[in-house]
């Protein structure tokens, strides 16, 4: 195969979006069998385009109909029109910046984090107020691959500052222990500023603690990575927090998501969450969390928050009666959808209209910016 001695990361890049077009035209490809496909990748090399199918197939199709088309769309993605294969040739403009992206697109499977990486094309560095406003409000669906290494990059940051902030807050006390100053200007001016009279303030006495409850199926496919990459940096900043994940059924990575680099967190995620990419059972996997792990995680400084499009295969009075449990177990419950940042987005499905009377806070979940909003309720 003609690849143009194309290097090992440039490789990897190409791979990632190879996976990305085949999930477009039909294939259920999800972050395992990413990963499957760039070691096999690795494993037979790029230089023989028969060896590089059958790689790539047998890494990628689970199915004798996905077998068959698989060769069709390897030859829409990798020759070129007079047939020759290019190892480099992407069609679309996002799989273009992609490529020019490697490092990024490594990061998108888990297999390393560039916190170096300049970013180029449409994904430009942050710099300045203006530009790291305009990157917070960045759809994940639309971002290009170095986009999003710059929006991890991005939450790191804002989420240590939100850490940060949290800790600091102080509550009015009456027998607070510090002076606040602040108030006891304001409470003595009319005094001529002579401080007669102190107000005094105390630390909160605990932060909330977090249950995330983020949904992997196929109709998630657009959000499920950064919202996981979220819920790491969450887990990074906030000592109390304890990650879930769920399709058709539920799996916590909380020790995983403990990792000290994102990389071996992904990689241990890909081995435990078999079903990325799969059907969606909200109902159920609320019920097998609410008899298994919900009997001791959840209490009333819980803030349990669900990352989910809400679209639920099963019954909408399972969802209800499970959601009814949970809520009568946290203090707050919130539903984080990423359609709400849809123009014309309706929550009108039976899952989401089921849910509705159980949620505190129905908000969206698309970009960084709607994200980092859950400040207010922590």
């Known amino acids: 195969m003609n690849t143009k001695h194309e290097n090992p990361n440039r490789s990897a890049a190409s791979i990632v979006e190879f996976c990305r077009f085949a999930r477009s035209k039909g294939i259920p490809v999800g972050i395992q069998q990413v990963l499957a496909a760039a070691e096999a990748a690795s494993t037979v090399g790029v230089a023989d385009s028969d060896r590089f199918s059958f790689a790539l197939r047998a890494a990628l199709c689970s199915s004798q109909e996905e077998w068959e088309k698989f060769r069709h769309i390897f030859d829409e993605f990798w020759r070129q029109p007079h047939g020759a294969p ?36 449409d994904g430009r560095l942050v710099s300045g107020a203006s530009s790291e406003q305009r990157l917070k409000r960045v759809d994940f669906s639309e971002a290009s691959s170095a986009q999003m290494a710059e929006l991890e990059r991005l939450a790191l940051r804002l989420l240590r500052q939100m850490s940060v902030r949290l ?48 949904d992997i199926s196929g109709s ?75 009997r001791k995680i959840p209490t009333r400084d819980t803030c349990f928050v ?49 849910a509705l009377p159980y949620v505190d806070r129905f908000a969206a979940a698309h ?9 207010k309720y922590l």
């Open 86 to 121: 290019d190892a480099e040739k992407v069609r679309e403009p996002r799989y273009r910046n992609a490529m020019k992206q490697s490092n990024d697109a490594r990061l998108l499977i888990g297999l390393e984090s560039d916190t170096n990486s300049s970013g180029e094309g």
């Open 167 to 214: 800790s600091r807050r102080m509550k009015i006390d009456t027998e607070g222990n510090r002076i606040d100053i602040r108030r006891s200007i304001r409470r003595n001016i009319t005094r001529g500023g002579d401080p007669l009279v102190l107000a005094y303030k105390s630390r909160k006495a605990s932060k909330k603690r977090l249950v995330v409850f983020l």
């Open 220 to 294: 998630m496919n657009l959000y499920s990575l950064f919202l996981l990459r979220f819920a790491y940096a969450l887990q990074k900043h906030f000592k109390r927090v304890n990650t879930f994940l769920f399709s058709t059924r539920v799996v916590e990575v909380t020790d995983l998501l403990r990792a000290p680099q994102l990389s071996r967190a992904m990689s241990g995620v890909a081995q435990r969450a078999p079903e990325w990419s799969g059907g969606t059972r909200i109902g159920a996997c609320l019920c097998e969390f609410n008899r298994g792990a919900g």
């Open 306 to 354: 669900i990352l989910s499009d809400g679209w639920d295969t099963g019954a909408p009075e399972v969802l209800a009666a499970e959601l009814r449990v949970t809520r009568g177990r946290v203090q707050k419950l919130l539903w984080l959808n990423p359609l709400l940042g849809l123009k014309d987005y309706q929550p009108i499905t039976r899952g989401i209209r089921a």
């Open 367 to 375: 970009n960084l910016e709607s994200l980092l909003a859950l400040e």
